[in-house]
């Protein structure tokens, strides 16, 4: 059964086929198994968003790329990925800058974008008002997330293939993982940002990922750290990522990529968890 | 002098806060007010009446000292605007359009902070904003920031706001836009209460309920230009008949209607909607309409108001 | 009544002097009233004011100062008298970016916010205060939020041994405040002119003030980078505020452009956007 099409939808959401899903029960309150409305939805909106924005989030990374791998590497020889496999410097910080992309992408899509539509945009409240979810809007965000997320990430590893960066064809593989590593962070991005009431709260999620990027192995190897620190980067999200995309794009992996992929699914399943109890709490009063 | 006030002799015993001589204002071919003459007496509440475009805004900003006049002569508490705009600003209150407080701060932290902007000290500031909470029945939100607050009590909180300084003239632009009836009651009772304390008012505005409620004196602006200007009393007195009788047949029928009864009224008024037809005794036109077998959908009397005179200087309704 | 009505008909003699007395402390102090306000506004964040204030070199200093230090394998840098410490090098490069940081974040929205979102340059604006005491003040309010930031930076740089001279200590926080002005106050005139808000911010942040950051020198000598790209750094603030707090803090390498040139650009941005920023902001509210 499909709900009449109220006058006042949104006219591109009606374009979109309703279908709903059996859902398992308790969660049925919450989601409609509409989330593509909402993905529809932000899809439109990037269409009439200034290009130069959208372009934006793919140069930075190139710009880093430049600066980083290719300026400084001119001071750094190769580096030492696995005992007595070395890569250069570019080759070794440009799946670091991937990764750190796909978690800012991500982190940016589902706490700043989502909060000022929750509180500002008034965005939601037009859409819960239709049958959609709360579940729905978070499991769309998200998708939207990711969706841009690996049209980056494609750009990325286009350029890395061009500057000769991709050193074995398993960096076709560093998609998917991509893809994985922004659903883990958009999901528990998409869960914190529920708890935020105030544009002051979100500036401490800033805070937070600095020294994520900064000390994840992105530049330089845990090794130059004491051993102490050495294991509190290794509980991180972003090492987790760093080290998986890295693995994938120069083909020797510097440890077990099943490993950093359960710990992404972990926190996929904690995040999404967090937000479906606390959408509850939020909308269902 | 006299001729030009006539029916507020008041006005020629003092000298004016506010007076404007052929005021125009230009951007570039656009005429946004096209040379007015107005005086405002200390004490008296003035108002500006005419639709929305009609250029009282951009006379507001003129006396506020915000906007410089293109042409004519404008004098402010005795100071010209253009080289005195601080002094002027400094007393004056001004209530805008559209509110613009500081949503991130507490209720009274901007009165306080607003305060400041006049150089009057933080002690002071506080003082005066706890009196000014009581006054806009605001006291017990002092702590609430600005966001939690409805519509009706920013508006009041604006107006709070505009009175920290103890203005000579409170402006207020469109006081009541966008609130509710009884959050536009609530304010217009704040302001009569300034009003008998003697403060000079100047107010716009394109409701004629809230001309007629708060005005001693006003002028029907249009195009840049001042149309009429008397007492609400007055206006109507000159403009337009005691009462109004509004009459519906449909839309289709109301311009033959109007053409059949044009002998019944005063002046009649053809409106997409209905019929006005303007007389002494409505009732009693209503009664010569129903004999001559004319029989329309409703009918109402009713007393006439600012809108009539609107209508009969314009050609248009205030509110389209 | 009598001829002479008391209060009222004297009225106009009485209410202009009382407005020429009123005007007074505005006319002199206006700015600062407007700087007060946003400072007030500040404490809102006041929180990650103070901890990113704190934070950022932290992070910055270790894991570029120290941790990409250690992994280097020859020296980045010279100073006057040879090779200097790589923290050192970086530390008033980093500096003068957290200053223009706090530029980016205070001259950006918050201009818009004041003109469009929430107004309150009208508020301010309908006071005695007039509009280039508006600019002043907030320029006034972001000097002392880059001011907390410097001198946070120049205490942990001191604490990282990272100057090379007492002089270099003290004055290149000052530097970096120019720095963050040259950079800032034409971005102030650039914002006050934007009628509706497209993404340009974003813009602003991904195209300029990352390029400036990552091409400037600011993690190894300008002259490192291909000719095409040295003139990023020629009119970037962050390379003249980092050459400057090195020429102070260990002399600069033979060939470096001399210290007045660098000030001069950076004195030159910082008074272009300037006057073109108080224009823009009488324009827009008169």
């Known amino acids: ?285 | 002098m006299a001729d030009v006030w006539v029916g507020s002799p008041r006005v020629l015993a003092v000298n004016p806060v506010i007076e404007a001589r052929a005021l125009t204002k230009t951007y570039g071919e656009l005429v946004a007010v096209g040379g007015i003459d107005l005086q405002v007496a200390p004490g008296e509440s003035f108002g500006l009446l005419g639709p929305n475009g009609a250029g009282k805004s951009t006379t507001m900003r003129m006396i506020g000292a915000v906007s410089q006049r293109t042409s004519g002569t404008l004098s402010v508490l005795g100071l010209d605007p253009d080289t005195h705009g601080p002094e002027i600003r400094s007393r004056l209150g001004v209530v805008p359009q559209e509110d613009n407080l500081d949503t991130e701060l507490t209720v009274r932290d901007n009165l306080i902070v607003y305060g400041r902007y006049f150089g009057i000290p933080r002690a002071a500031c506080a003082r005066r904003a706890d009196e000014l909470l009581d006054f806009a029945e605001l006291a017990d939100k002092a702590k609430v920031k600005v966001d939690a607050l409805s519509g009706g009590m920013k508006r009041r909180l604006t107006i709070a706001r505009a009175l920290i300084n103890e203005p000579a003239v409170l402006m207020l632009d469109e006081p009541t836009t966008g609130l509710d009836p009884q959050a536009r009651h609530v304010l217009w009772d704040r302001l009569f209460r300034l009003k008998e304390r003697g403060t000079t008012l100047v107010v716009t505005t394109h409701y004629m309920d809230e001309a007629e409620q708060l005005c001693d004196r006003l002028v029907v602006v249009d195009h840049g230009r001042i149309m009429a200007e008397g007492s609400p009393a007055e206006l109507i007195r000159t403009y337009s008949t005691r009462e109004v009788l509004e009459l519906r047949f449909g839309s289709s029928r109301n311009a033959q209607a109007a053409v059949d009864l044009a002998d019944l009224a005063e002046r009649i008024e053809v409106l997409p909607d209905r019929v006005l037809l303007y007389a002494e005794d409505g009732e009693a036109v209503l009664a010569q309409v129903r004999s001559r077998g004319l029989d329309p959908t409703t009918s109402l009397v009713r007393r006439s108001s600012l809108e009539d005179v609107f209508l009969r200087l314009t050609g248009r309704s205030l509110i389209e | 009544m009598s001829t002479e009505q008391a209060p009222a008909t004297t009225g106009e003699g009485s209410v202009r002097d009382e407005a020429l007395a009123a005007a007074v402390r505005p006319r002199r102090f206006g700015a600062w009233y407007v700087a007060e306000h946003r400072l007030r506004s500040m404490r809102a964040y006041g929180g990650t004011i103070v901890i990113g204030g704190i934070g950022q070199p932290l992070l910055y200093l270790l894991g570029i100062g120290l941790g990409l230090a250690a992994f280097l394998d020859q020296p980045v840098a010279s100073g006057a008298h040879g090779p200097v410490s790589y923290l050192w090098f970086v530390a008033p490069a980093l500096m003068a970016s957290a200053a223009i940081g706090v530029a980016l974040d205070e001259f950006t929205y918050a201009v818009l916010e004041g003109f469009k979102w929430r107004r309150l340059f009208w508020a301010m604006n309908a006071s005695p205060v007039s509009p280039d005491q508006i600019a002043t003040g907030l320029v006034i309010a972001v000097v002392g939020r880059m001011g907390f930031v410097v001198v946070a930076y120049g205490v942990l740089v001191v604490l990282f041994g990272a100057t090379g001279s007492v002089l270099g200590a003290l004055l290149t926080p000052v530097v970096a405040v120019l720095g963050g002005l040259a950079f800032g106050l034409p971005l102030l005139a650039y914002s006050a002119s934007i009628k509706e808000e497209t993404g340009q911010f974003a813009v602003v942040q991904r195209f300029i003030f990352t390029p400036l950051f990552l091409f400037s020198g600011t993690f190894y000598p300008l002259a490192t980078l291909p000719i095409w790209l040295q003139p990023i750094g020629w009119v970037s603030p962050v390379w003249h505020a980092a050459e400057v707090g090195r020429a102070l803090s260990y002399g600069s390498p033979p060939g470096a452009w001399p210290m007045w040139a660098h000030l001069l650009v950076l004195v030159a941005m910082a008074a272009g956007g300037w006057v073109v920023g108080r224009r823009v902001f009488v324009r827009r509210l008169r």
Not at chain 1, 156 to 177: D, E, K, R
Not at chain 1, 208 to 230: D, G, K, N, R, W
């Open chain 1, 1 to 285: 059964m499909t709900a009449p099409v109220q006058g006042e939808a949104p006219r591109h959401d009606d374009a979109l086929p309703v279908r709903r899903r059996r859902v398992p029960r308790g969660v049925g309150a919450l989601y409609a198994g509409n989330a593509r409305a909402v993905l529809g939805r932000a899809l439109l909106a990037t269409r009439s968003s200034t290009w130069m924005v959208v372009l934006s989030g793919f140069f930075e990374p190139v710009f880093y790329l430049l600066a980083m791998g290719y300026g400084l590497g001119t001071y750094i020889g190769d580096v030492e990925v696995a005992p007595g496999r070395t890569v250069a410097y570019a080759a070794y910080i440009a799946p670091a800058l991937l990764a750190v992309s796909a978690m800012n992408g991500a982190v940016y899509d589902s706490t700043w974008n989502v909060f000022f539509k929750m509180h500002f945009g008034k965005l939601y409240q037009a859409m819960l008002a239709t049958s959609i979810g709360p579940l729905d809007v978070a499991l769309g965000e998200i998708g939207y997330a990711l969706l841009r997320g690996a049209v980056y990430g494609v750009g990325f590893l286009t350029v890395m293939q061009v500057m000769g960066l991709n050193l074995s064809w398993t960096a076709l593989l560093a998609l998917p993982a991509l893809v994985l590593v922004a659903f883990a962070f958009a999901s528990v991005g998409m869960a914190i940002t529920s708890f935020m009431s105030t544009f002051q709260q979100m500036d401490w999620i800033n805070l937070v990922m600095l020294p994520m990027f900064l000390f994840s192995a992105t530049f330089y190897p845990l090794s130059v750290y004491p051993p102490l620190l050495q294991h509190v980067i290794t509980a991180l999200p972003l090492w987790h990522a760093v080290e998986l995309v890295r693995g994938l794009t120069t083909g020797i992996p510097g440890s077990s990529p099943w490993g950093h992929v359960a710990y992404f699914a972990v926190m996929i399943a904690l995040g999404i968890t967090f937000t479906t109890r606390r959408l509850r709490a939020l909308f269902l009063r």
